[in-house]
């Protein structure tokens, strides 16, 4: 069983910064990933970032990639999404998840097995 919890999230304005912070304890996978996802209201969770645990790969949709940079500290067990020159439309409940780690070219692939709580994040205009 493996546990999240998201922190970092908040109320900013638009062009603000802004980190957030994923804690992972309990039992993890030999090799994992993990990953950020977002769901706005009324729309479908959409996946922003991943990072491999041991070998630092990242992987980004073409939508994610410049203002969106994960990244992880090992020693802590946590993962970070470091999300600049925010908008309203990234206004979202972030999630981060943990699912075994495919190699560098299986990130389509992905299976996310445990999920963490979310955190809010609202961009004000």
């Known amino acids: 069983q493996v546990q999240l919890v998201e922190s970092g999230g908040g109320l900013v304005q638009a062009g603000d910064s802004l980190r957030l912070s994923c804690a992972a304890s309990?039992?993890?996978?030999?090799?994992?990933?993990m990953g950020w996802f977002r769901q706005a209201p009324g729309k479908e969770r959409e996946f922003v970032a991943a990072?491999?645990?041991?070998?630092?790969?990242?992987h980004y949709p073409d939508s994610m990639k410049g203002r969106f940079t994960i990244s992880r500290d090992n020693a802590k067990n946590t993962v970070y999404l470091q999300m600049n020159s925010l908008k309203p439309e990234d206004t979202a409940v972030y999630y981060c998840?943990?699912?075994?780690?495919?190699?560098?070219?299986?990130?389509?692939?992905?299976?996310?097995?445990?999920w963490g709580q979310g955190t809010q994040v609202t961009v004000s205009s």
């Open positions: 309990g039992r993890t996978y030999s090799n994992y990933a």
């Open positions: 998840a943990v699912g075994p780690y495919r190699g560098s070219s299986g990130w389509s692939r992905m299976r996310y097995d445990y």
């Open positions: 990072i491999s645990w041991g070998g630092g790969d990242t």
